[in-house]
């Protein structure tokens, strides 16, 4: 909707100058023709065609000048200058190991924190109009859990480009748009299919095996989870896990809302899912769904609504109260 409100007022612009031009030209072609006695049509044709090509030619799409390789290496060059400087002055610095994006220490060279693509649910480019003497432009990565890292393009290098175009359905478009924008905008590159199985399904089914029970409640889901992970459930959370856990026959809801684990969760539980501490053990989760949860989800169906959690949220908290 802004970029047509923008091109309308261009057009109109254009029109508005042609029309002023178009004007001055005839009433400069009437005086001619006053001042000698006649009005001379060819002189005022020429007239307006001059005054037409006047506003028109400044429009026209200029070709795009062509750098040579010396000034695109010396460009390459200020750039690195400017990353290393930013990264000296952070403490730490992006760098690409396999399918993750790891934040690394300067000095020591451990992972402070990493990003792993398959982990990955959204990807934004976030605009200001701080530039060009602050930093003005971000990719914003959000992963499961509701984690957020931001990665400013200053740190960005080839390998770290790479890492994200290699994202299926990357917009390549977009990211370019972002590039030159210097208002403040935020902007969707990337995002998950939204019927892929994703970490958040993992911890929900982890949640699920370390409450050893046939039947799972709500609420019972939701005091393991929380447990597990520190966070509470939300509906779009358990309506997604269930719509892909169902699908793909692990799990099933019976008529009073209870949770029932099928035959097929018992392949998860290998000799790595029965050594591994609870947390880690949604890692390998998450690992088996994505190489064996394969059957295409055809849609998230609501098990559960807003009021729902709500109600087992509450029912959660009076039991913790009461203990």
């Known amino acids: 909707m802004a970029e047509e409100s923008e091109n309308r007022q261009s057009i109109r612009k254009f029109i508005i100058e042609l029309m002023i031009t178009l004007g001055i030209a005839l009433a400069i072609s009437i005086l001619l023709g006053f001042c000698y006695g006649k ?23 200029s070709r795009p000048k062509k750098f040579s390789q010396k000034e695109i290496d010396k460009l390459n060059a200020l750039a690195e200058k400017s990353r290393q400087k930013l990264i000296k002055r952070l403490g730490w610095h992006w760098e690409v190991r396999g399918i993750s994006l790891c934040k690394l220490d300067n000095k ?30 971000w990719i914003l990565c959000i992963c499961g859990f ?15 480009r790479e890492w994200f175009f290699a994202l299926a359905g990357f917009d390549h478009g977009a990211y370019i748009q ?14 998950q299919n939204p019927l892929s199985c ?12 370390l409450a050893k029970q046939k039947s799972v409640t709500l609420v019972h889901l939701m005091v393991v989870a929380d447990w597990l992970n520190h966070l509470i459930l ?7 896990a269930l719509s892909v856990l169902c699908t793909n026959g692990y799990l099933c809801v019976d008529g009073d809302d209870n949770i029932l684990l099928t035959d097929h969760v018992k392949a998860i539980k290998d ?11 949604i890692g ?31 029912e959660y908290t009076k039991g913790r109260r009461k203990r």
């Open 178 to 191: 972002c590039m030159g924008c210097t208002d403040n905008r935020k902007t969707l590159l990337w995002r």
């Open 198 to 209: 994703n970490r958040n399904d993992a911890w929900v089914l982890t949640s699920l095996l």
């Open 39 to 61: 009005i001379s049509w060819t002189v005022s044709g020429i007239l307006v065609v001059l005054a037409a090509l006047m506003v028109c030619v400044p429009r026209l799409p």
């Open 234 to 240: 939300n509906d779009d959370t358990v309506n997604h």
């Open 108 to 137: 020591t060279g451990k992972v402070i924190e990493s990003i792993d693509q398959r982990e990955l649910i959204e990807i934004w480019g976030i605009n200001t109009d701080e530039g060009p003497y602050l930093e003005d432009f």
């Open 146 to 160: 509701e984690r957020e890292y931001s990665v400013a393009s200053e740190l960005l290098t080839n390998d770290i």
């Open 271 to 281: 000799k790595s899912y029965k050594k591994a501490k609870p947390y880690d053990k």
């Open 284 to 314: 390998i989760v998450h690992q088996y769904l994505i190489q064996h949860a394969t059957v295409p989800c055809s849609g998230i169906h609501e098990y559960f609504t807003d009021d729902d959690m709500r109600n087992a949220y509450l």
